[in-house]
């Protein structure tokens, strides 16, 4: 009770502060104090909280109970577009395209772990210097348009994924060196240098093996990328609008229990939550926290829950102008800002604040706790501010969904409070991710989104923190990281790859390159009877091949 009476006090001064800020417009500020040559005293660093008992696990998926009543077809929605279906183009990127990716294609092997991994298209794999990788292939197995898989088209797969830069595709293929074929079920795969979690990238949804005589029937034309081996095969698709799967019945493995599947998106959140309601989906994803709330604490409805690995964080541009780069500058944001009310305006109790300073995922190998969080202080903000060189000009943040944007009003508020003007622009998700694609030129300041953090250590570097690569959407490039980075992923010893990991999280933290915010604690409604989901806290990794619906256990009036 005691939450919930501060998160109402916390909402309400939010709303009036709100109130306070459009009344008041944007105002130039007055010239700051002249800067000195020291630095503002520190305040006494808090000692770091441990890592949060949240749920930061895989969930399994369950099995249709005996004489479960499987429904046909099951329709998902959630405010996250798909723009095109095809792994070799930028904008492939984003959870549900990931999630379609796990059901359209197969990978050489299935990501159990950060370090362990099961057999796909793969039976089974060696490497004695991760550099080569030897594999057996299953001899089972055909693409959607009956065109039998071999050795081949994973030769052919990464030739010509590791030219298509800034795609998905590239942060996989572009460790390539050649490939060996040795006959048409056994094939070597040889890496410029040593990587590694290379296994980890052959086992995500960016490793899916692409079908060649679709490309080459007609290059130009992106649905030929439709054709995989996976257990559904594409049936229709209107980009941002939706896509429909259907089982495919000649699939080698284990069949999918419901035969179609669509997928929609839908922006606007109070209609996904009347769409469940009314029948006409049976699961969400990014539904609001109050409607999670209420859907929650409703008999017909379930909801599933998973800490997700990605923090949201308030990032800056670390390839910026003067300001956003001045370490005082972000000093003074980091003290102005109250992370625990941040979280509660964003998502209420399905957000968990950043207990400390770092934002390496919960689940994400050799994360340091030892770093404090730095905690709301206006005076010291203030002080940091003056000996920064910001001007009183109004700075920009970019965000993107309901609970960053709600995120975004309250620190604008924050920010103000100290004498820091910021506008926010929001924008839909596919032109946040184009417009923070890794760019040395670009002009952008300010964001409030997810960082990109995925469990294995090395990948999660290469694939948000490595200069140029697709999801680095801090822009950064720093030759102290970039270095280390790349040791790390030729340094075969875990302790030393353990070492270089935490010299990198000190740098970005003691250059403020970004501010977490709080962990999602994702909540997923879903009509009684839906089952069969496997949720990752790497929310690019959930699982919907076993997703089921038993009618038996829906409310009548949520039935087809």
């Not at 130039?28 to 104090?33: G, K, M």
């Not at 694939?463 to 030759?479: E, I, K, M, Q, T």
């Amino acid at each position: 009770m005691k939450r919930t009476t501060k998160t109402i006090a916390i909402l309400l001064a939010f709303i009036i502060g709100l109130g306070l800020l459009a009344a008041c417009g944007s105002t130039e500020s007055s010239n700051p104090p002249a800067a000195t040559s020291e630095s503002p005293a520190a305040s006494t660093p808090a000692p770091a909280a441990s890592p949060s008992p949240g749920t930061h696990a895989v969930i399994e998926a369950t099995a249709p109970e005996e004489g479960a009543n499987i429904a046909d077809h099951i329709d998902i929605i959630g405010d996250s577009q798909i723009t095109v279906v095809n792994l070799w183009m930028p904008a492939a990127t984003g959870a549900t395209n990931s999630w379609a990716s796990l059901l359209i294609y197969d990978c050489l092997v299935e990501q159990l772990s950060p370090t362990e991994f099961g057999p796909r298209l793969a039976t089974s794999w060696h490497t004695d210097d991760y550099q080569t990788f030897s594999f057996t292939l299953r001899d089972d197995v055909y693409y959607h348009n009956g065109d039998h898989f071999t050795a081949e088209d994973i030769a052919w797969t990464a030739e010509v994924g590791k030219q298509q830069t800034a795609s998905p595709a590239f942060n996989t293929w572009r460790w390539v060196d050649y490939i060996n074929v040795i006959d048409p079920y056994n094939i070597e795969i040889v890496l410029t240098e040593v990587y590694v979690d290379y296994m980890f990238l052959l086992g995500n949804s960016q490793g899916g093996i692409q079908n060649r005589r679709s490309h080459d029937e007609n290059p130009d034309d992106p649905t030929w990328a439709w054709v995989g081996t996976g257990p559904y095969k594409v049936v229709g698709f209107e980009t941002n609008d939706y896509l429909t799967l259907e089982r495919n019945e000649d699939y080698w493995g284990e069949k999918p229990p419901t035969r179609s599947l669509t997928f929609w998106t839908i922006p606007e959140m109070a209609t996904r939550t009347l769409m469940l309601q009314n029948g006409e989906a049976q699961i969400a994803f990014g539904t609001t926290p109050e409607d999670l709330d209420m859907l929650n604490a409703d008999p017909d409805f379930q909801v599933f829950t998973v800490n997700l690995n990605p923090p949201v964080i308030f990032g800056f541009n670390n390839q910026g102008d003067d300001i956003v780069m001045d370490v005082n500058f972000r000093l003074a944001v980091a003290h102005a800002l109250n992370i625990d009310d941040i979280a509660t305006v964003a998502m209420g109790m399905w957000a968990e604040p950043a207990w400390d300073g770092s934002f390496w995922g919960p689940v994400t190998q050799f994360r340091r706790n030892d770093f404090p969080r730095r905690e709301q202080d206006l005076d010291l903000a203030k002080q940091y501010l003056a000996q920064s060189i910001y001007d009183g000009r109004t700075l920009e943040i970019m965000t993107t969904a309901a609970h960053n944007i709600r995120a975004s009003e309250l620190i604008q508020l924050q920010l103000a409070a100290v004498g820091i003007d910021v506008n926010i622009e929001t924008m839909d998700q596919s032109s946040f991710i184009d417009a923070h694609n890794y760019n040395p030129e670009s002009t952008r300041q300010l964001h409030v989104f997810s960082v990109p953090m995925f469990p294995a250590a090395v990948h999660a570097l290469n694939s948000g923190f490595y200069p140029g690569s697709f999801a680095n959407r801090l822009n950064l490039n720093f030759d102290y990281v970039t270095e280390r980075i790349e040791r790390m992923g030729v340094t075969a010893d875990e302790a030393d790859r353990a070492a270089l990991a935490h010299e990198i999280q000190e740098y970005y933290y003691e250059n403020v390159v970004g501010i977490p915010l709080f962990w999602r604690v994702t909540g997923n409604p879903a009509v009684n009877g839906i089952g069969g989901i496997r949720l990752s806290p790497d929310s690019f990794a959930h699982c919907l091949r076993g997703i089921f619906w038993d009618l038996n256990e829906t409310a009548e009036h949520l039935r087809p």
